[in-house]
């Protein structure tokens, strides 16, 4: 089941002169509970790609169709409420709030959209993290890959329709990133999860289904 679909997609920054294009004319699509990498040299687009699948900026042209949805359809208000309710979003910065333990970090989705957390889902997610011994501290009472871990737990505690990963990993000591690839990857087997991540790393990249390359704001090779 197709469960993310990008058409024509493009993005320009600036006019003339200083005429940037960012993306241009990217499709692909992706299936529900697929794993796929998105890997490209810095400047290559990869992030801008990221950000208008998400909601987080709008196309100069094209479309992104998210569980059959056209995304860019949808006032700003609305678009909000979507990105938040569907998409999940990690960054390599963790975001966290410095204020807020562990497990009110994870359901800060949810109270901001006055839902109440799934208990026993919530429970199952804070193992699944590895953080049980972890739920009351303080972010700056964790270490970098806890605080990755968090904001993963952030990501996923909405049931969202996709996670989306920027460089999830690129704040992070090797140790430490092998284990949210490997948390990633449990998510998206236990959870059936469908995750695409965006790295610069190809030795990071091989560890999902599937791998698109981009350069100068194009595909350049699938598989």
Do not use: W
Request: net charge neutral; glycine share 8%; charged share 25%.
């Amino acid at each position: 089941m197709e469960i993310l679909k990008v058409e024509n997609l493009t993005k320009i920054y600036g006019k003339g002169t200083t005429k940037v294009v960012a993306l241009d004319n990217v499709s692909f699509s992706v299936e529900k509970g697929e794993f796929v990498a998105i890997v490209g040299a810095s400047g290559s687009g990869k992030s801008t790609l990221l950000h208008l699948i998400g909601g987080v900026d709008r196309p100069t042209s094209g479309k992104v169709f998210i569980d059959g949805k056209d995304i860019y359809e949808l006032d700003d208000d609305k678009l909000a409420i979507f990105r938040r309710r569907q998409v999940g979003l990690v960054y390599q910065f963790y975001n966290l709030i410095p204020i807020l333990n562990v497990e009110e970090n994870i359901t800060l989705p949810l109270d901001l959209d006055n839902r109440k957390p799934n208990k026993e889902y919530l429970n199952s997610l804070i193992k699944l993290l590895g953080l049980e011994s972890r739920k009351n501290h303080l972010p700056n009472e964790l270490s970098g890959g806890q605080q990755q871990r968090t904001s993963i737990g952030r990501a996923l505690v909405t049931n969202p329709t996709i996670i989306l990963a920027d460089e999830p990993t690129g704040n992070l000591d090797s140790k430490s990133s092998d284990e949210i690839v490997e948390l990633l990857r449990k998510s998206n087997k236990e959870y059936k999860q469908t995750i695409i991540m965006i790295t610069h790393n190809m030795e990071i990249a091989k560890c999902a289904d599937r791998i698109i390359q981009i350069e100068d704001g194009k595909i350049v090779k699938e598989g």
